[in-house]
């Protein structure tokens, strides 16, 4: 909407009650986008980017968390995706020893969700900074 959130606080409580004052343009913004998601004539869309109701859990919570990551005023948000950030990659000194000789069974087996959540909010985020420039 272009208005801060606790502009948007003030104007609709309704919307801060909904997202408890936290991240109420971001997180109002991924309802909108999940509700047209999920209307009737993107049933084959959501077929094709679903293969479970699993898989579509994680890709909603992946939205919101990347939509989320642009709130760059919630002090919160920046503690939490530091402390995912540590938790995806600490301990990782170089991925070429981390992937280097395993098979691709082996390989298939990781799980690299959170990695790939911390570097989409990074992404996400420095794109919505640099439009500003």
Known sequence: TGVPNARLAVENPELAERYNNKSLAEQNSAHVAWDVLMEPEFVNLRQCMFSSACSRERFHKLLINVLIATDIADRDRIGKEKLRWKNAFEGIENWTDE????????????????????????IVLASDIAHTM
Do not use: P
């Open 99 to 122: 992937w280097k000789g395993k098979s691709d069974d082996e390989l298939a087996k990781i799980d690299v969700s959170d990695k790939a959540t911390c570097v989409l909010e990074q």
